[in-house]
T-cell receptor
Framework: GQNIDQPTEMTATEGAIVQINCTYQ??????LFWYQQHAGEAPTFLSY????GLEEKGRFSSFLSRSKGYSYLLLKELQMKDSASYLC?????????????FGKGTKLSVKP | KAGVTQTPRYLIKTRGQQVTLSCSPI?????VSWYQQTPGQGLQFLFE???????NKGNFPGRFSGRQFSNSRSEMNVSTLELGDSALYLC??????????????FGPGTRLTVL
């Protein structure tokens, strides 16, 4: 079966670092995506990993370990505007290239 | 460059009715995917279209259907609406099917409420 797990909620302080974990079990694998979704808005793309290792993009970094079925999103120097839901999604290589399997999202609250 | 647009943004229907939602992808994008988002289930894949052909379908009943036109615009239809169909319906477009990296750009969604 297809399963993607991530924590439901997390809280962090402005200026701190937070790591959001994602574990997955899918019948195939062709890339892992992280999306940010503010309340009432559409998801926006943050990062993409298909090979093991760390991808860094400004304050955001994403890590992938395919052997462990594990990824994390690291947010540094947290700002209040980072309060949002963070969605982990896997492209199942058996499916269409356009199909993503999403986790239920992690709601991050950044406090002053 | 305009983003993905969806119409209408909000819709209220009653049980048993049918509804049609529309999505216009980013210019040049030929792949359109539809997702249903609910608080309990999160984002779930409905179907994907490329060049007017359905490429893949998620685990939804036959009441959910869609199509894509020659200009890549897509519509999805839900017949015999049920209360559980109340959700945010998101459309996403991408540039090329088959590429390793295939970022999907999401539209703002259509909020459907079934009474």
């Amino acid at each position: 079966g297809q399963n993607i797990d991530q924590p439901t909620e997390m809280t962090a302080t402005e200026g701190a670092i937070v790591q959001i974990n994602c574990t997955y079990q899918t019948s195939g694998f062709n890339g892992l995506f992280w999306y940010q979704q503010h309340a009432g808005e559409a998801p926006t793309f943050l990062s993409y990993n298909v090979l093991d290792g760390l991808e860094e993009k400004g304050r955001f970094s994403s890590f992938l370990s395919r052997s462990k079925g594990y990824s994390y999103l690291l947010l540094k120097e947290l700002q209040m505007k980072d309060s949002a839901s963070y969605l982990c999604a896997v492209r199942d290589s058996r499916g269409s290239q356009g199909n993503l399997i999403f986790g239920k999202g992690t709601k991050l609250s950044v406090k002053p | 460059k305009a983003g993905v647009t969806q119409t209408p943004r909000y819709l209220i229907k009653t049980r048993g009715q049918q509804v049609t939602l529309s999505c216009s992808p980013i210019s040049g994008h030929r792949s359109v995917s539809w997702y249903q988002q609910t608080p309990g289930q999160g984002l779930q894949f409905l179907f994907e279209y490329f060049s007017e052909t359905q490429r893949n379908k998620g685990n939804f009943p036959g009441r959910f259907s869609g199509r894509q036109f020659s200009n890549s615009r897509s519509e999805m239809n839900v017949s015999t609406l049920e209360l559980g169909d109340s959700a945010l319906y998101l459309c996403a477009s991408s540039l090329e099917v088959g590429a390793k990296r295939n970022e999907q750009f999401f539209g703002p969604g259509t909020r459907l409420t079934v009474l």
